[in-house]
Every structure is written in C-alpha cells, then in structure tokens.
C-alpha cells in the first residue's frame, strides 16, 4: 500500500483552500491552517468560506477522506504557503511579511527533512532574500535539515478545480532531491507538464506571464483610447488582427483587477526601477482607464441629463461569473465617483450575496427600477438572459458585451462622445 506524505497547507483563501482539497482527494493526508478563526470555524461546520465551480463536491470528498482545519500549523511532511503577498504601496516592492510570519510558524513546528514549498506570488529574489536566511539560520541551530521550493500558482478563479488538474506547473527547488520530492507529490494531482527549475527561475516566471499579460492589456487599452480619439473602431480592427496566425491582443476594458495583473507587474517595477519603463507605463495606462470610464460617464450623463442618483454599476467583481471584487475596476471607479459626484453610486452585481458597497442593490429589479444610465463593468453570464430589461436604459458597455441593438442608446468605450 502507497503510504502518502502528510500536507499542511497554509492560508486557506482562493488559492490555498482548493489546493488542500485537491491532495486530500489524491490521498494525502492533509491539515489547512488559516489564522482567520473565522474561516476554520465555517470549514469546521463544513461550509465552504469561497463559491467556486465544482468546489463543493471536492470539499465532500476531501471531508470523507479526513481533512482536518485549525489556526494552527501542525508536524508535517511538506507544507505549502499560500498566504497574500500584497505590495508596498509606496515602494511598489513585495510587502513579504505574510511570507515570513507564515515560514517562522513553520519553524516552530517542523520535523527534519521537511520541505516548505511557498506557492504565492512573490518577486524575483524574495526566497533568497527574505526565506533563505531564516531556514538556514533555523538548520544551523537546529540541524533540522529543512529544504525550500517554489511552485507558483496559476490557477484563475473560475476554472480553478479544472485548471487545478490540468495545468503545467513549474517547480523550482535549489538541489535535485527536493525537486524531486516535490515533482512526485504535484504530478500526483495534475495531469500537466511539471516543469523542474532553479527557485529564481520559478519566481520569474509566474511574475512574468502576468507582465506579459498585464502589457498586452495596457496595449489594447491604448488601442480603444486610440479609437476614441480618431475615429476609428478598435474592435473589430482587434479581431481581424487576432486572424493572424501570430497575433493574440487581449481585449480592451475597464481596467484590471484580482489579485494577479494589477499587482504582480509592480513586484518587478519596484525592484528595478530603472530597467522597466514599459511595464511601468503599462501597468499606468491599466490604472487610467477607471478614469477613462468616468469621462465617458459625464459625458452621457450631460448629454442625456442623467441625474447623478440614476447611474448604476452592473458588476463588481474584477472579472466575470466569479465573487472576488479585489483591485476590481468597479471598485477603483466607485471611489473616483465618490469624490466626483459626492454621492453613492447604485451597483448590482449577481454573483454577491452580500452587501459589499454603500448604493448597492441585492435585486436586480431594484436595481433596474432605480436608474436610467446603466454602465456594464463586468460580462456576468446573467446579463446575458437579461439584455432585454436593458431596452429603455441608457447603456454605457465597458466591453462591447451588449448586443448593438440592446438599447437605442448604447454607448461604447471606443465612442468619442
Ligand atoms: N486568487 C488568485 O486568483 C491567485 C492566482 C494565482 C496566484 N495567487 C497568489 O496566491 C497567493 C494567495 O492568494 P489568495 O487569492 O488565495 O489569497 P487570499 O487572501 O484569498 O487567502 C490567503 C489566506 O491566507 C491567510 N493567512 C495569512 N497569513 C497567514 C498565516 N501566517 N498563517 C495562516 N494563514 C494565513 C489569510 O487569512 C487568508 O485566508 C497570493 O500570493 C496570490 O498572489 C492568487
């Protein structure tokens, strides 16, 4: 019979919680540790804190095969880190302290020959400058002989159970025995490539694939603003370029948000400042199209003598069919109205259940019968059965989402007003 490493995963949020179900499912034995009581005690009463596609079957299974939660961290085989790494603000480096609290936990509990596998995001450099010395510190004293490896996550909120199995996972440790160790265990829950690297070769990577995307963003932003301003129409020159075999431009929108694009691009421009234009006046261009959004906002609203209380928000969460309204653009324009217009805005998105902004509405009737200028932020399946109730409203659509003829007055990013 197979006997299976123990697991204790630690930070039971988007990327952790699935994470621990997914080995138990596979067999392992395994612990989630979250210092929010809140969370364990909701797990403990087997309720999922987090709504996500197929989650809830994967929490029975993983239940059935004797997952346990706690705030605490527990002796174990290997231990995964998947605990927030926001930026300084200010510096727009990683802010690496959740990193650190949650390793110096570890320490406390760890048996020797464990290995500590961080899976959040962090920048080029942050295991070596920040983790390293504390393990090493820690095996001086203590000859545990405790080991570190990288491997970054890139599932989306979504698709996560699928993208879970499925994709490639590139695994970065510093001597082959750890890489080894760690390559078994992933290749046990994904049927994807697993991809052996040093640990900066990891870090870079996951930093890397979001830049790039982040970029391209920023180059189809710059596109739509383009069209606005000449006169031309962005999507369907998009399209017709994307029927090139080698062209791939993402589309145009309100901006980004989540916990990926917004924030992990800034990891390698506040490191090194003097080497990252690009990607500084891209991550820019991102952050300027709330903005945007709001011109085109006060625009509409003079021309059709929209009252301030009857604009309304359709969507908050950073991106579609998910409940994550992190750095979301809705978010980002809420707080540029509030200090533009003074009131509190009317918002309505389907996938919340609860209260997350003053103006919002958790009916979508209410939400109808209380504006006239309905702006589309996000490209929820719902609107999609619902265009019709927009045919009366004057329709601001962040994403050419809407149907041409969804309304007779359809506005578009694009439009120069
Ligand atoms: N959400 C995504 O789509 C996504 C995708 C890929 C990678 N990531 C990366 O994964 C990491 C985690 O992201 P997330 O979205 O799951 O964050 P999250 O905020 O949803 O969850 C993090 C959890 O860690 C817990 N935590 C913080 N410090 C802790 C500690 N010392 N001990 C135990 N628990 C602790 C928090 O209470 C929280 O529940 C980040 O680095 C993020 O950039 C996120």
């Not at 003053?358 to 589309?376: A, C, K, M, R």
Request: charged residues 20%.
């Amino acid at each position: 019979m197979k006997i299976y490493p123990t697991i204790n995963i630690i930070g039971l949020g988007y990327i952790g919680l699935p994470t621990s179900l997914i080995f138990s499912k596979n067999g392992y034995k395994v612990h989630g540790t979250d210092i929010k009581k809140e969370t364990i005690s909701i797990l403990n009463k087997k309720i999922l804190p987090i709504e996500e596609n197929g989650l809830q079957e994967l929490f029975e299974s993983s239940l059935r095969n004797g997952i346990t939660f706690s705030e605490e961290v527990i002796v174990s085989d290997f231990y995964i880190v998947c605990v927030p790494t926001p930026y300084l603000p200010k510096l727009k480096s990683i802010d690496p302290l959740f990193v650190i609290k949650a390793v110096e936990k570890v320490l406390n509990f760890c048996k020797p020959d464990s290995i500590i596998i961080i899976e959040s995001t962090i920048s080029p450099g942050t295991i070596k400058k920040f983790i390293l010395p504390l393990v090493e510190d820690f095996n001086k004293k203590t000859n545990k002989h405790i080991h570190l490896a990288h491997a970054p996550e890139r599932i989306i909120p979504g698709n996560m159970i699928h993208e879970l199995v499925t994709n490639s996972r590139t695994i970065g440790a510093d001597d082959e025995i750890t890489l080894d160790r760690v390559v078994e265990i992933y290749s046990s829950i994904t049927s994807g490539k697993i991809v052996k690297t040093s640990i900066l070769n990891a870090e870079l990577t996951k930093v890397v694939e979001n830049t790039f995307r982040a970029v391209n963003i920023a180059f189809s932003n710059e596109l739509l603003k383009l069209g606005s301003f000449y006169n031309f129409d962005p999507y369907e020159v998009i399209e017709i370029c994307n029927l090139h075999p080698r062209v791939k431009i993402l589309n145009p929108g309100p901006g980004v948000g989540g916990h990926c694009i917004p924030i992990d691009p800034w990891f390698l421009v506040g490191d090194w400042p003097l080497h990252t234009d690009l990607i500084r006046l891209s991550l820019e261009t991102n952050e300027s199209m709330p903005e945007f959004v709001l011109e085109h906002i006060n625009k509409i609203k003079s021309k059709h003598g929209v009252k301030n209380q009857r604009i309304g928000l359709y969507g908050l969460t950073y991106k579609e069919d998910v409940d994550d309204i992190r750095e979301s653009p809705s978010l980002q324009l809420i707080s540029l109205i509030n200090k533009n217009l003074g009131s509190d805005l009317i918002s309505f998105d389907p996938t919340l259940k609860k209260i997350v902004v003053p103006g919002q509405t958790l009916s979508y009737e209410e939400f109808l019968n209380q504006t006239d200028l309905v702006v589309i932020m996000v490209k929820h399946s719902h609107l999609k059965n619902n265009f019709l109730s927009l045919k009366s409203k004057i329709i601001l659509d962040t994403h050419n989402y809407s149907p041409k003829d969804v309304s007779n007055n359809r506005y578009l990013l694009s439009d120069s007003l």
